[in-house]
T-cell receptor
Framework: DAGVIQSPRHEVTEMGQEVTLRCKPI?????LFWYRQTMMRGLELLIY????????DSGMPEDRFSAKMPNASFSTLKIQPSEPRDSAVYFC???????????FGQGTRLTVV | QKEVEQNSGPLSVPEGAIASLNCTYS??????FFWYRQYSGKSPELIMF????GDKEDGRFTAQLNKASQYVSLLIRDSQPSDSATYLC????????FGKGTRLSVIA
């Protein structure tokens, strides 16, 4: 298996623009997580899905953030409009069962200027 | 609010020494405990997991869990420069909650 695949790896955008991050989980995994990592706050859970259904989005910082999982093999995290404080590394992770080892994608480094 | 606390470091140890990394957690109901290693610019990768009180050994790594004290630790024996990374403690009663990590530097 290729593991969790995220795209793009790097994204530089201007403030106010829409940003869409993409994730393909490991086949057969039923949970998908979106995390954000910064030096100040570490790895923060933004939202997670079980069988494509959003379970908890309490970590989503603002209404500017939204996430979807239209099928078992694809999820998106969208920021609209983006702001400089959104600059971070965004990780997608998947698990088989919600409390087992999480496998991480390579992350998307987002820079909003 | 579930919290996982780690000393941010940096923790510096000489090559060949034992590195000891510690973690405390707030949720007594937590059942699963994980240690991840993250090299600079890379994604976290699992080193070990532990579910029961006591020690669990895997090669040079030993995880220790004390649920009564809400304490998890990771020992790295015979530390190598390649062990230099940030070590993340994660706790689960549902989605993983991560500490901010401890940066380890192994000096050759």
């Amino acid at each position: 298996d290729a593991g969790v695949i995220q795209s793009p790896r790097h994204e530089v955008t201007e403030m106010g623009q829409e940003v869409t991050l993409r994730c393909k989980p490991i086949s057969g995994h039923d949970y998908l997580f979106w995390y954000r990592q910064t030096m100040m706050r570490g790895l923060e859970l933004l939202i997670y899905f079980n069988n494509n259904v959003p379970i908890d989005d309490s970590g989503m910082p603002e209404d500017r953030f939204s996430a979807k999982m239209p099928n078992a093999s694809f999820s998106t995290l969208k920021i609209q409009p983006s702001e400089p404080r959104d600059s971070a590394v965004y990780f997608c992770a998947s698990t088989q069962g919600g409390t087992t080892e999480a496998f991480f994608g390579q992350g998307t480094r987002l820079t909003v200027v | 609010q579930k919290e996982v606390e780690q000393n941010s470091g940096p923790l510096s140890v000489p090559e060949g020494a034992i590195a000891s990394l510690n973690c405390t957690y707030s949720d007594r109901g937590s059942q699963s405990f994980f240690w991840y290693r993250q090299y600079s610019g890379k994604s976290p990768e699992l080193i070990m997991f532990i579910y029961s009180n006591g020690d669990k050994e895997d090669g040079r790594f030993t995880a220790q869990l004390n649920k009564a004290s809400q304490y998890v630790s990771l020992l790295i024996r015979d530390s190598q420069p390649s062990d230099s990374a940030t070590y993340l403690c994660a706790v689960s009663e549902g989605p993983l909650v991560f500490g901010k990590g401890t940066r380890l530097s192994v000096i050759a």
